[in-house]
C-alpha cells in the first residue's frame, strides 16, 4: 500500500512538529550577535533571527552542506544538488533563489569575517561544518546593515576551545561509497585557546559521473594579550575535485504538460546529460583564507574590535568544449565601536562603522575538448575588480518601559571594473560605480513578560555580481554590461514572539517586499545576458514552534508561505512566479531523548510545493515530501566519550527533484535526489 506522504507530512507536523530533545530544562529564545553586533535575547529583538544550534549541525548529519541544517529555518530555501560541483542552492524570501554559481543576495560570515565578496557572491563550499556551534539566520530589513544584500545574513559561529585538552576522531561511511573521516585537537594551555580540525571526504556520487573529493582543515587560535583584549585567529583551507553531472530534461514529456516525476526518468545510470561525460565536465577548486578579529574592552561603556582578512581561492570549470578558470585574490577589513549607556535615563546601545573589501579575478575562457584543454587561442582573457567602501551606524534605545527602538543607517558605495585583453570580438574593458545610502527602523512592544509584538522598515539595495555584467550579448560574448542597475526594495515586516510557557514557544512573521529592477536573466545562447525587469513583490508568512512534551519527546516545527511575483504591471513576465522559488515549505521534527542510555532518536518531514524553473513558469519541478530518521548512542567511560550515529534520508523512497537550475540555455532544469539512503558513523573523544 502506498503511503500518502503529503498527508502524513502534515499530521506529524501539525501535531508534534520538534527538534531533538536538549538538557536544558527550559524552552528559551537564543542569544545571538548577528542582529545588533552585540549579544542579544533574540526574543527581545524587532526582526526574524534563528539559531541552528550544534546539536542539528553535527549530530548525524553528513556535515559537508548547509542546506544539511537551514532547512529548519523558516523563510530559508537550501535545496541540496546532491553533487558537489555546484554550492547549495540557498535563497532567503525568495531573494538569491536565481543565482546559479554560488549564494547572493544573502551574506555569509564566520566568527564575523566575511565568506562573501564585494559584488555580493558568497562560496559556502569553504564552510567546515566539524567546527560550526551555530548558525544565525536573519531575514528582513535589518539585512541591510550588512551591506547589499536584500534577502538575508547567514553567521556561523566556530567552536570555543574547551578548557582542559581534548582529541577526537569521527569515521563516518555512507550510501554510493561515501566516507567522511575527520580528526580534532582543542584545547586551552597558558591562556591560548585553539582548535585544529582535518576532513577527508569522497564519494562516488548517486548519479553517474558525480563522484567527489574534498578535503578541508581550520585552525582558530585565540590570544588574550591583556586582560582587556583578546586576538582570535581563523585560518581554513580546503581542495575539491567533483564530476559534474548536469542537469536533466524530463525525458518522453513536453514543458507545456510535464509528466509525473519517475524514476526511469532520472535514477537509472543514464540519468546524467550525455555531454557531461563526453566532454568531462568537472570543477576543480581550492580556497585559502584568513581572518583576524581583535577585540579591545576601552573602558565599560566601549568597546573596539577590528577584523582583517585576506585569501586566495581557485577555480577550474570544465564545461562542454570548454575550460573557464578563476584565479581570485581578496581582502577586506571592518573597524567598528560600540558604546552602551542611558540617554535620558534608558539605556541605549550604539554601533559605528567602517567596513571595506576587495576582489581581483583573473577569469580565462580556453577551448577544451573531452575535457582536456587545447592549444586554440583563449576567448576571454580579463580581470575584473570590485572595491567597496561602506559607513554606518546602528542603535537601540529602550526609550519606555516596555517600548525598544532600533534604527540604523548604511552607506554603500562599489566600484566594479573589468580589464579585456581580448578585442577581437569588441572591447570590453570598462567600470561601474553603484552608491546608495540604506535606511531601517524597527519598533517592538512589550505586551507582557512572555510576548512581544514588533515591526520594521527598511530598504534593500542588490548590486549586480561581476557575473552578471559579464556580457552584453549572447552570441559574441562582448562585455561587460555596464548599463545594468542594480534592484531596489522596500521591506516591510510584522510579528510576535511568545514563550508560551517554559516548555513551549512561538514566532510568526509576516512580510511584504516590493523590488524594482530586479536582475534577471534576459538571454541566453553561447552567453548569459542579464537584465533589469522591472517590479516584483514578494508577500509571505513564517511560523515557527517549539516545544518539549513529557516523557523526553520534543518538538519543532518551521513553516514558510511565499508568494513571490514579477509585478503586474512589470513589461518582463507579469504576474509570473519567480523561478526557484516555493509557495510553502514545511519542516518538522519529533524527537525522543532516554537519558539513563543517553539515546536520542527523531523523525523528520520536509515538504516543499512545486516550483518553476523559467522566468515564464512554462517548466517546473513537483512537490515533493520525504521522511528522515536519526539515531545517536553514547557512552561515558573516564576521560573517553564514544558516540555512535546512524541517518536514514528519504525514508519512502521518494522520487523527487532535490534542485533546480533556473533559466538553463539547454532546458536541463532538474538536479534529482536520491532515493532511501544511509550514512552510518562513530566518533570517539579523549579529554586529557
Known amino acids: 500500500m502506498k503511503i500518502n506522504k503529503t498527508t502524513l507530512a502534515v499530521l506529524i507536523a501539525g501535531c508534534f512538529g520538534a527538534t531533538a530533545a536538549a538538557e536544558e530544562t527550559k524552552v528559551l529564545s537564543p542569544v545571538v550577535v548577528t542582529a545588533t553586533r552585540v549579544e542579544q535575547d533574540s526574543f527581545d529583538l524587532p526582526m526574524s533571527i534563528d539559531k541552528v544550534e ?13 542546506s544539511e541544517s537551514l532547512s529548519r529555518i523558516p523563510g530559508i530555501t537550501a535545496q541540496n544538488r546532491n553533487q558537489m560541483a555546484q554550492d547549495p542552492q540557498i535563497s532567503s524570501r525568495g531573494f538569491g533563489a536565481r543565482s546559479s554559481f554560488g549564494v547572493r543576495g544573502i551574506r555569509l560570515y564566520v566568527d564575523g569575517i566575511p565568506l562573501s565578496m564585494p559584488d555580493g557572491i558568497g562560496n559556502p563550499g569553504s564552510i567546515d561544518l566539524g567546527v ?18 536584500s534577502g538575508g545574513v547567514i553567521q556561523l559561529l566556530t567552536d570555543a576551545a574547551p578548557a582542559r585538552p581534548e582529541v577526537s576522531a569521527d569515521v563516518l561511511y555512507g550510501s554510493f561509497g561515501t566516507r567522511r573521516e575527520s580528526v580534532q585537537a582543542a584545547g586551552t594551555r597558558q591562556g591560548v585557546e585553539y582548535l585544529v580540525n582535518f576532513s577527508d ?16 582543515a581550520t585552525a582558530k587560535l585565540g590570544v588574550r594579550l591583556s586582560e582587556d583584549t583578546k586576538l582570535t585567529t581563523l585560518l581554513n583551507w580546503f581542495d575539491q575535485t567533483a564530476l559534474d553531472p548536469g542537469g536533466l530534461i524530463r525525458t518522453g514529456t513536453s514543458a507545456t504538460a510535464p509528466g509525473a516525476i519517475t524514476r526511469n526518468a532520472f535514477y537509472n545510470p543514464a540519468g546524467v546529460a550525455s555531454i557531461a561525460v563526453t566532454n568531462r565536465n568537472r570543477v576543480i577548486r581550492s580556497n585559502t583564507q584568513v581572518g583576524f578579529n581583535l577585540e579591545h574592552k ?3 561603556s566601549n568597546t573596539l574590535n577590528m577584523v582583517a582578512y585576506a585569501g586566495q581561492r581557485e577555480n577550474l570549470q570544465y564545461l562542454p568544449n570548454s575550460a573557464s578558470s578563476i584565479a581570485r585574490d581578496f581582502y577586506g577589513a571592518e573597524m567598528r565601536l ?6 535620558l535615563g534608558r539605556t541605549y546601545n550604539i554601533s559605528a562603522g567602517l567596513n571595506a573589501g576587495f576582489m581581483e579575478d583573473a577569469r580565462l575562457n580556453q577551448t577544451a575538448s573531452g575535457g582536456t584543454i587545447t592549444n586554440a587561442a583563449p576567448s576571454r582573457d580579463e580581470t575584473q575588480k570590485a572595491l567597496n567602501f561602506d559607513q554606518f551606524v546602528q542603535s537601540s534605545w529602550s526609550f519606555a518601559d516596555r517600548w525598544d527602538l532600533h534604527a540604523g543607517i548604511r552607506h554603500t558605495n562599489l566600484r566594479q571594473s573589468v580589464l579585456d585583453r581580448i578585442t ?16 531601517v527602523a524597527g519598533l517592538i512592544f512589550k505586551a507582557t513578560p512572555t510576548l512581544n509584538v514588533y515591526a520594521n522598515v527598511g530598504k534593500g539595495f542588490e548590486t549586480p555580481t561581476m557575473i552578471e555584467i559579464s556580457y552584453n550579448n549572447d552570441t559574441t560574448g562582448t562585455g561587460p554590461n555596464l548599463g ?22 512561538f514566532n510568526a512573521a509576516l512580510f511584504d517586499v516590493s523590488t524594482e529592477n530586479e536582475i534577471v536573466v534576459q538571454s541566453t545562447n553561447t552567453y548569459t545576458v542579464y537584465n533589469n525587469s522591472g517590479k516584483t513583490k514578494r508577500q509571505g508568512a513564517e511560523l515557527n514552534f517549539e516545544a518539549r512534551l513529557p516523557m523526553d519527546f520534543s518538538v519543532y516545527l518551521a513553516y514558510t508561505l511565499l508568494d513571490a511575483k514579477f509585478d503586474e504591471n512589470s513589461a518582463f513576465n507579469a504576474n509570473k512566479v519567480i523561478p526557484g522559488t516555493y509557495r510553502t515549505q514545511l519542516f518538522g521534527e519529533i524527537a525522543w531523548r532516554h537519558q539513563p542510555m543517553n539515546f536520542v532518536t527523531a523523525l523528520e518531514v520536509r515538504h516543499g510545493s512545486k516550483t518553476f524553473t523559467k522566468d515564464d513558469n512554462t517548466e517546473s519541478a513537483p512537490q515533493y515530501t520525504v521522511l528522515s530518521a536519526r539515531a545517536s548512542l553514547q557512552q561515558q567511560w573516564n576521560q573517553w566519550r564514544l558516540t555512535e550515529y546512524v541517518r536514514i534520508d528519504n525514508l519512502t523512497d521518494e522520487a523527487y527533484i532535490g534542485s533546480v537550475r533556473v533559466n538553463d540555455s539547454n532546458n536541463r532544469f532538474f538536479e534529482p535526489a536520491p532515493g532511501r539512503n544511509y550514512i552510518v558513523g562513530i566518533k570517539a573523544n579523549y579529554a586529557f
Open 338 to 343: 560600540n558604546n552602551r549607556g542611558d540617554f
Open 424 to 439: 577581437s570580438n569588441g572591447d570590453g574593458t570598462g567600470s561601474v560605480r553603484y552608491e546608495r545610502t540604506i535606511p
Open 201 to 216: 571526504y569522497t564519494s562516488d556520487g548517486f548519479r553517474q559521473h558525480s563522484a567527489n573529493e574534498k578535503r578541508q
Open 484 to 505: 545594468l542597475k542594480p534592484s531596489t526594495s522596500t521591506n516591510i515586516e510584522v510579528g510576535t514572539k511568545w514563550l508560551v510557557n517554559d516548555d513551549t514557544r
Open 132 to 149: 560550526i556551534s551555530g548558525i544565525e539566520v536573519m531575514r528582513g530589513p535589518f539585512s541591510a546593515m550588512y551591506g547589499n544584500s
Open 54 to 66: 550544534k546539536k542539528d549541525i553535527q549530530d548525524a548529519q553528513l556535515r559537508m552542506t548547509l
Open 298 to 300: 576601552i573602558d565599560s
